[in-house]
């Protein structure tokens, strides 16, 4: 069964690094996602990304926050000068159709911010 | 007051007991109601949706939701250790709309 992959599992950073959580979605697929969770906390939506552009952002998603679709598989979530409080799983999903009922969520990347 | 609450758990019950699981939510625009599966180190999986008011049953799996209460429910009959996951709601306004959030309850089921 196709599934979407996330690397790595964990990584760990220092504050006020960059770093790039890459994500296979599944090959078909058309519509991606990125959503986090703070332990503890609920899945926060983040970005929708469609036709090589960004189609929705939440509040989430400032200017500390970029994707993009490197190549034909890729699809990554860069985040620059990280804070204590990006630390969290981020999640990649992705879509035939641009509904919630078809999105299928990799393992999530544990990203812990020193 | 949050959109969509969640009691965390964990919820501990004995194999084979009935389970029920609860979210109440604030924002009665909201029209789909769904549950996702959550096993640990693993990406939320859709298991199923409701539209509007109303039951749905698949298989072992029972999802009802009360507009009128604001208030939605995942029954489990005959539970097994395997159900054991964290269950998250999650609502939204329309079919492509986005999903807010439950925090999760984590179901531990006793063999």
């Known amino acids: 069964e196709p599934e979407v992959t996330q690397t790595p599992s964990h990584q760990v950073t220092q504050m006020g690094q960059e770093v790039i959580l890459r994500c296979v979605p599944i090959s078909n697929h058309l519509y991606f996602y990125w959503y986090r969770q703070i332990l503890g906390q609920k899945v926060e939506f983040l970005v929708s990304f469609y036709n090589n552009e960004i189609s929705e952002k939440s509040e989430i998603f400032d200017d500390q926050f970029s994707v993009e679709r490197p190549d034909g598989s890729n699809f990554t979530l860069k985040i620059r000068s990280t804070k204590l409080e990006d630390s969290a799983m981020y999640f990649c999903?992705?879509?035939?159709?641009?509904?919630?009922?078809?999105?299928?969520f990799g393992p999530g990347t544990r990203l812990t911010v020193l | 007051q949050k959109e969509v609450e969640q009691d965390p758990g964990p919820l501990s019950v004995p194999e084979g007991a009935i389970v029920s699981l609860n979210c109440t939510y604030s924002?009665?625009?909201?029209?789909?109601f769904m549950w996702y599966r959550q096993y640990s180190r693993k990406g939320p999986e859709l298991l199923m949706y409701t539209y509007s008011s109303g039951n749905k049953e698949d298989g072992r799996f029972t999802a009802q939701v009360d507009k009128s209460s604001k208030y939605i429910s995942l029954f489990i009959r005959d539970s097994q250790p395997s159900d054991s996951a964290t269950y998250l709601c999650a609502m939204s306004m329309d079919s492509n709309y986005q999903l807010i959030w439950g925090a999760g309850t984590k179901l531990i089921i006793k063999p």
């Open positions: 999903a992705s879509s035939v159709l641009r509904r919630w009922d078809t999105q299928y």
């Open positions: 924002n009665s625009a909201f029209q789909y």
